[in-house]
């Protein structure tokens, strides 16, 4: 007997932060701007907590209930409703083709789904695990023995059985094979989607922006969560090697207090030409407005599964110097420069470089990487990639679909 049509089939994803949030990073861009992207082909039912990281509860939001965000259904959970029991019944109750779990070691919204998918019978449909960047070889050495006791303990009870893996990039592929014994079909390569270009306001990659630079000078940003993966100590150890004028603005939230204590402690002796400010976390609505009053964004990552603030800083008109360790490459036109973490040398000529670059230069980068993000954000390559890849689970489930 045929399975019923379904025009647009039903995608539900377990994300322990979503919109208004933002302070957690990557996930809430990853879904939001997925759902943005298919949403004339899936219809999303996003379960989350109800408040954003280390925040408070959210207001305007109904709480325990359903909630339309955008283009997708919300339920944001109390902490009463983050059960083993009140997670399984929300699988059941809500009717969904695809299971879509985001991050490996989270306990609450990917692991107690797994249980109550593996012991509960809750649902028969497809499950994708997306691990988010988790398996970088930097990202597992941050407790590693605990993580490692965590990938025996839920093999131990074959909570994986049967899951789909989806890799946002190759190296990511890579390391999920690393870490498990599975078939190579069940893991599949659907990178994340930028922002989509309708939800910019036109200025954004039209406007030129307005810089005064003089050689010998260099603004540099650094923009993202503080913690020991986004590697923020590496780019205050060598930029006090540097004999030029530096001004770093530091922003994002302070996730690891620990070690913004160890930053701070080297802030404490930069040399004076060297100016480090911590200037606090940026609010999503002034994204673009801070990258732009820069020279250059500095993002020395120990890894990225994808790294939205990347594309961010290309549509502001600021240029990027990233670490090898994500999936972005060299564009050829100084836009994006990568180098690698071993190199130091390499990184502190790179910025004497950028340091003496006057006006024109600066501008000439700047436009090149307006460039890069407007033929990024147009390609649909990525879109169709993550559709097929969705629909391939459908599909593989014996499930009928209709694929207009």
């Not at 209930?65 to 029991?85: C, G, M, R």
């Not at 006791?149 to 990039?169: D, E, K, M, P, V």
């Not at 006006?359 to 990487?369: D, P, Y």
Request: with cysteine.
């Amino acid at each position: 007997m045929n399975s019923k049509i379904i025009s647009r089939p039903k995608i539900l994803c377990f994300v322990s932060h979503y919109l208004p949030g933002y302070l957690s990073g990557g996930p809430v861009k990853s879904i939001s701007n997925l759902a943005d992207h298919l949403r004339d082909h899936f219809e999303f039912f996003i379960i989350t907590s109800d408040r954003d990281l280390g925040g408070k509860k959210y207001s305007f939001v109904k709480i325990n209930s359903w909630n339309k965000v955008s283009n997708s259904n919300v339920y944001y959970a109390s902490k009463s409703k983050l059960t083993l029991n009140s997670i399984a019944k929300l699988i059941r109750s809500t009717k969904h083709d695809i299971l879509y779990l985001n991050s490996f070691f989270n306990f609450t919204f990917t692991t107690l789904p797994l249980i109550a998918r593996r012991f509960m019978s809750v649902s028969s449909s497809p499950c994708v695990l997306a691990p988010r960047g988790e398996f970088s070889p930097a990202a597992l050495n941050i407790k590693y023995w605990k993580k490692k006791f965590f990938i025996f303990l839920t093999n131990l009870f074959q909570l994986y059985s049967g899951l789909n893996w989806q890799a946002a990039n190759k190296q990511e592929l890579n390391n999920i094979f690393k870490i498990f014994k599975i078939y190579k079909k069940l893991v599949n390569f659907a990178p994340d989607l930028p922002v989509k270009i309708n939800k910019l306001k036109k200025n954004y990659l039209s406007n030129n922006k307005k810089i005064k630079k003089k050689p010998g000078i260099l603004n540099i940003i650094f923009l993202s969560r503080i913690t020991p993966i986004k590697n923020l100590d590496f780019i205050l150890k060598f930029i006090n090697k540097i004999n030029k004028t530096i001004r770093l603005s530091i922003y994002g939230p302070i996730e690891d207090k620990i070690y913004w204590k160890k930053c701070k402690r080297i802030i404490k002796i930069m040399p004076s030409n060297i100016t480090v400010k911590y200037k606090g976390i940026a609010f999503p609505e002034n994204i673009f407005s801070i990258f732009s009053a820069h020279d250059i964004f500095i993002l020395p990552s120990g890894g990225e599964s994808y790294g939205h603030v990347v594309i961010e800083s290309l549509i502001s008109g600021t240029p990027v110097i990233i670490s090898d360790k994500t999936p972005w490459k060299n564009d050829g036109n100084k836009a994006i420069t990568v180098l690698p973490l071993n190199k130091e040398i390499a990184w502190i000529n790179e910025i004497e470089k950028w340091a003496d670059h006057n006006q024109n230069t600066i501008l000439k980068r700047s436009f090149a990487a307006k460039k890069f993000a407007k033929l990024y954000l147009l390609n649909k390559k990525n879109i169709i990639q993550n559709k097929n890849f969705f629909l391939s689970l459908l599909i593989n489930s014996h499930k009928n679909i209709d694929l207009l």
